[in-house]
């Protein structure tokens, strides 16, 4: 069942006149094959293989293609294991600098809003979902430099919002990629959707920026919501953002279906 806040998110009259792209972002056709159940102990083994080389400090193409060629997998099954993974070293700086969620309490938020958001529209569209060697929610989407508002937008943006009106942040800020084609029509739909929901514009604000990493790595001060492994690995104070509302909404059946999660980690 699908629960009052998705409907919000669908039905309220800033949402109404807001056009969206017939597309999704759910799982490749492939993808019921590659990530079957039965497929986890194998994809969960590369991981070990691929974090010891990691943790010694091998290239990480080389050693992926070495571990890919090892277990036979498929170069989907290759990119999967990829972003799951990580060295010892990261597993231990990521873990001493990871806040559990009460943190966002009356704290300065800083979000990087394409790393957050797409994740939750893949939730939504039923893709294929990681769960890493980190702990960090992670998606099999990819934008190659575009990004078009799909039907899942919308009740991600609201979902999103919902949550963190929950938490009760102190002010929260969107960051988007300049560069990355319709970021200035998303921050819009995120700008109508914060006064739609009746919440301060002076403390929650949408930025498009050149390259949101370079800000976010600079935020040493606020909490940082990212899943990005440069970001996680610049001794900022995170948090697991995607993950988080993931658990939110489905305490509360957010959601239309279970999510197709994947647990690596």
């Given at each position: 069942m699908v629960s009052d806040v998705v409907c919000l998110a669908l039905e309220s009259a800033y949402f109404a006149n807001m056009p969206t792209e017939r597309r999704h972002r759910g799982p490749h056709p492939d993808d019921p094959k590659l990530f079957a159940v039965e497929q986890e102990a194998l994809l969960r083994e590369a991981l070990v293989d691929l974090a010891w080389l990691w943790s010694r400090e091998y290239a990480h193409p080389s050693s992926t293609r070495l571990v890919g060629d090892r277990y036979q997998l498929t170069s989907r099954q290759r990119e999967?294991?990829?972003?799951?993974?990580?060295?010892?070293?990261?597993l231990i700086l990521r873990g001493k600098h990871r806040l559990p969620v009460k943190a966002i309490k009356g704290a300065?938020?800083?979000?990087?809003?394409?790393?957050?958001?797409?994740?939750l529209e893949v939730i939504f569209s039923?893709?294929?979902?990681?769960r890493g060697r980190d702990g960090c929610l992670r998606d099999m989407a990819s934008m190659h430099g575009g990004y078009r508002l799909i039907g899942e937008t919308l009740?991600?943006?609201g979902v999103m919002l919902h949550a963190l009106m929950f938490w009760r942040p102190k002010s929260v800020q969107f960051l988007f990629d300049q560069p990355v084609s319709n970021s200035g029509r998303l921050a819009s739909a995120i700008r109508e959707?914060?006064?739609g929901f009746g919440l301060p514009e002076a403390t929650w604000q949408v930025g498009v920026v050149p390259d949101p990493d370079v800000v976010l790595k600079e935020k040493t001060s606020s909490l940082v919501a990212s899943a990005d492994s440069a970001i996680l690995d610049s001794r900022n104070q995170w948090i697991n953002l995607a993950e988080e509302i993931l658990r939110w909404g489905l305490a509360r059946e957010v959601f239309p279906h279970d999510p197709w999660l994947m647990d690596l980690g």
């Open positions: 999967a294991v990829g972003r799951s993974c990580c060295s010892d070293d990261a300065e938020l800083v979000i990087d809003g394409f790393n957050v958001l797409v994740t039923r893709g294929v979902l990681l009740p991600a943006i959707a914060i006064v």
